[in-house]
């Protein structure tokens, strides 16, 4: 009798335990692409039925809300797309990236804003990668032209935005985004001035945005006469001195790709102080999805921002292929607590629902009161991204 109870209460242990096991990630990333694909196939659906328009986020609703090129979350789509076709290599997938990616076409000339960058090399960029298309090589040079009118040699840096009557030439942190587009530029026209600016602009931006514990300002503007810094401030995150998480974000992926492009050792450097400023951050909470800024008033109950932890896990993956074995596998474990979190019903949206989105739960701008808390075209290009690389990485390990 007494060995019955026993082995009954053993069967019951074994079935909560099984119950309760850790699925492997690898199956995790390979059931949110799965997952992704047949959201994206919808969102393709609802998408050809808006000649022009890319998706951005919802609005008061939960309805779908799109833009047309000219905004700067244009080519995520077009990007999620690609990756998702080099994830299935489904012929219907290559054929809706191409006819996206088309919509985005015509920013090759915009030089008004910085986001040219963002948008081309999200599209044409991974798109030339994927898929080889060489039609796409004149887009992304003619693109890199455009960007490089927004350089300014006596400030050493792309300008971001506008001059206004609060700044002269704003440059903000997530323009280290746009440089991977010259860097391309660089490579495929050997044309060095391409490479001259992109190092320009980040070495300026290290000197200056960073404080000494390496969190970033979000918008430093300068005198466009001297060149000086006028004003260290924020847009979009709590105040001037806080760190904006997304920011910080923007800043570690721009940096380990600047490394990646460069060999340069100061951005390797850069972009693990980084790192570290984020992972060991007293205010990073455990599940690893940041607030919306590290200094956001009402932690541990302020709005957390899904699309920060989605940037920061494609940057940390790529980073560990860079580091010593030691930080690889302390950025990985950061990472991969993100991608679980990220792809766990607490942040991955329920199939047809979420205006076809992936991830739920980020934030465009609080200071705002825009987007707060909602789904994110970019949200869910670096959560995909994220994935992909991850993937990548254990195919790299196996072979
Ligand atoms: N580049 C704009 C943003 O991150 O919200």
């Known amino acids: 009798m007494k060995t019955r109870i026993i082995s009954i209460l053993l069967s019951i242990l074994f079935i909560i335990s099984s119950c309760t096991k850790v699925r492997p990630l690898n199956q995790v990333i390979n059931e949110s692409l799965e997952f992704s694909v047949m959201q994206y196939n919808l969102m393709t659906a609802v998408m050809k039925e808006k000649p022009g328009q890319l998706p951005r986020t919802v609005d008061a609703d939960g309805k779908l809300k799109t833009e047309n090129s000219y905004w700067w979350t244009s080519g995520f789509y077009p990007g999620c797309l690609w990756y998702l076709f080099e994830y299935s290599n489904d012929a219907k997938l290559k054929d809706d990236a191409m006819m996206m990616t ?18 081309l090399n999200c599209s044409f960029g991974n798109g030339l990668r994927i898929a080889g298309d060489e039609s796409y090589n004149e887009v992304l040079l003619t693109g890199a032209k455009s960007l490089s009118t927004r350089f300014r040699p006596e400030i050493g840096c792309i300008q971001s935005w506008g001059s206004s009557g609060k700044w002269q030439c704003p440059v903000i942190i997530d323009n280290m985004m746009n440089l991977e587009l010259l860097l391309w530029a660089f490579k495929n026209s050997g044309d060095s001035s391409f490479y001259k600016i992109a190092v320009s602009h980040a070495d300026t931006t290290m000197k200056y945005h960073f404080r000494p514990d ?144 992936v991830l739920m739960h980020s934030v465009g701008s ?14 869910d290009y670096y959560f995909i991204e994220a994935m992909m690389r991850y993937r990548n990485l254990n195919i790299m390990k196996r072979n």
């Open 102 to 119: 088309a919509r985005v076409e015509q920013e090759k000339y915009t030089t008004n804003n910085h986001d040219v960058g963002f948008i």
């Open 214 to 357: 390496y969190s970033t300002y979000h918008v430093v503007s300068y005198d466009t006469l001297t060149g000086a810094v006028q004003a260290r401030q924020t847009a979009q995150g709590f105040s001037d001195e806080s760190a904006w998480s997304r920011g910080q974000s923007w800043g570690l992926y721009g940096y380990t790709m600047m490394y990646r492009e460069t060999k340069l050792d100061r951005y390797l450097k850069q972009a693990e102080h980084i790192a570290e400023f984020l992972i060991n951050n007293p205010n990073m909470p455990e599940d690893k999805i940041p607030y919306w800024d590290y200094n956001a008033p009402g932690i541990p109950n302020a709005t957390r921002d899904a699309s920060a932890a989605a940037i920061m896990a494609s940057a940390l993956v790529e980073l560990s292929k860079y580091v010593s074995q030691e930080s690889a596998k302390k950025y990985l474990k950061v990472a991969e607590t993100q991608i679980r979190n990220l792809a766990s019903p607490l942040y991955r949206a329920e199939a047809g629902t979420n205006a076809n989105f």
């Open 366 to 379: 609080i200071p705002s009161d825009s987007e707060v808390d909602v789904p994110l075209t970019y949200a």
